[in-house]
């Protein structure tokens, strides 16, 4: 069962414009969110994360947008630049008293164009 | 100031042949995660370690799969045994704490099953 769902396998945007990624998560329970950005044959990279008691983070020109009531959460990257063409992850952290592991959407590729 | 390290980055294995993949943790980080990603998919949570000790290996397959962290040196992710099946990038991720921190990946081993 897909508890964290990215249900966009793509995405594409004009270089200067807003990207959005959204991705959907089944668990109520889940209490702090990650999203990952992972180019071709490197290992996944930390980008920004929430707690579930906020419901913004802002990093730059990234901001992540955490809606409970919804199980929705969705990262703005503003403006885009084609560096950022990229698969992005979200990932949720599992229910309090685990051991802190990550349970990942499928991605959402990014390519933005110049 | 080095990230989490991870060697070999290619390893090809025949069918049958035991596969060992290594991680060096970020310098101050205790807790050691293993993921597995196959191709087109996202990852997926293996193994839990911290120093000597397997915390939780609820994502690990029962059979053929091992891990450890010992001591001294680095953490170990063995597979008996190969099948073509077991043809994935596997990454470590370390972390200062297992809650409420961010995990950080290594580069991944892009294990190849002939």
């Known amino acids: 069962d897909q508890q964290v769902k990215q249900n966009s396998p793509s995405l594409s945007v004009q270089e200067g414009r807003i990207s959005i990624l959204n991705c959907d998560y089944t668990n109520s329970m889940f209490d702090y969110f990650l999203w990952y950005k992972k180019y071709p044959a490197e290992g996944p990279t930390f980008l920004i994360s929430i707690s579930s008691i906020k419901d913004k983070n802002e990093d730059g020109r990234f901001t992540v947008f955490l809606n409970k009531s919804a199980k929705h959460l969705s990262l703005h990257i503003v403006p885009s630049q084609p560096g950022d063409s990229a698969v992005y992850f979200c990932?949720?952290?599992?229910?309090?008293?685990?051991?802190?592991?990550?349970?990942f959407g499928q991605g959402t590729t990014l390519q933005v164009k110049p | 100031n080095a990230g989490v390290m991870q060697n070999p980055r290619h390893l090809v294995r025949r069918r049958g042949q035991e596969a060992r993949l290594r991680c060096s943790p970020m310098k101050g980080h205790s807790h050691v995660y293993w993921y597995r990603q196959l191709p087109e998919e996202g990852l997926k949570f293996m193994v839990y370690l911290q120093k000597e000790n397997i915390i939780d290996e609820s994502g690990m397959p029962k059979e053929r799969f091992s891990a450890e962290f010992p001591k001294e040196g680095p953490s170990i992710l063995r597979i008996q045994q190969v099948v073509r099946g077991d043809s994935a990038a596997y990454f470590c991720?370390?972390?200062?704490?297992?809650?409420?921190?961010?995990?950080?990946f290594g580069p991944g081993t892009r294990l190849t099953v002939t």
């Open positions: 990932a949720a952290s599992a229910p309090r008293g685990n051991t802190g592991k990550l349970i």
């Open positions: 991720a370390s972390s200062p704490a297992k809650l409420g921190y961010e995990q950080y």
